[in-house]
């Protein structure tokens, strides 16, 4: 089973930037739909982006533009990078994958590997 460990996360300020990474072991990630998920305090886990090797990204609506993931398949590792933070994306930040896909990569339910989750905090 593919072990997950994100990293990267921080206090910024509105309108910083920050880029988060996810490191796996155990699987090579450029053989999964790896994607970042969020959780606020007393919210549901949410989408945040996804992608797998030659297909295009995913990305929610509230971070469209904004934020960007990527690979380094040399590195088995994922990126999110997030530019012009909002108080609003405060949240702990998890990365997640899955061989199969079987209804929406959006769908939390879809992904069986997990990471810890970083706490990314954007100040007002």
């Known amino acids: 089973q593919v072990q997950l460990v994100e990293s990267g996360g921080g206090l910024v300020q509105t309108g910083g930037s920050l880029t988060l990474s996810c490191a796996a072991s155990?699987?090579?990630?450029?053989?999964?739909?790896t994607g970042w998920f969020r959780q606020a305090p007393g919210k549901e886990r949410e989408f945040v982006a996804a992608?797998?090797?030659?297909?295009?990204?995913l990305y929610a609506d509230s971070v469209k533009g904004r934020f960007t993931i990527s690979a380094d398949n040399a590195r088995n590792t994922v990126f999110l990078q997030m530019n012009s933070l909002k108080p609003e994306d405060t949240a702990v930040y998890y990365c997640?994958?899955?061989?199969?896909?079987?209804?929406?990569?959006?769908?939390?339910?879809?992904?069986?590997?997990w990471g810890q989750g970083t706490q990314v905090t954007v100040s007002s």
């Open positions: 997640a994958t899955t061989r199969v896909i079987r209804s929406s990569w959006r769908d939390v339910g879809q992904y069986n590997n």
């Open positions: 155990g699987g090579t990630l450029n053989s999964y739909v």
């Open positions: 992608r797998r090797t030659s297909a295009y990204p």
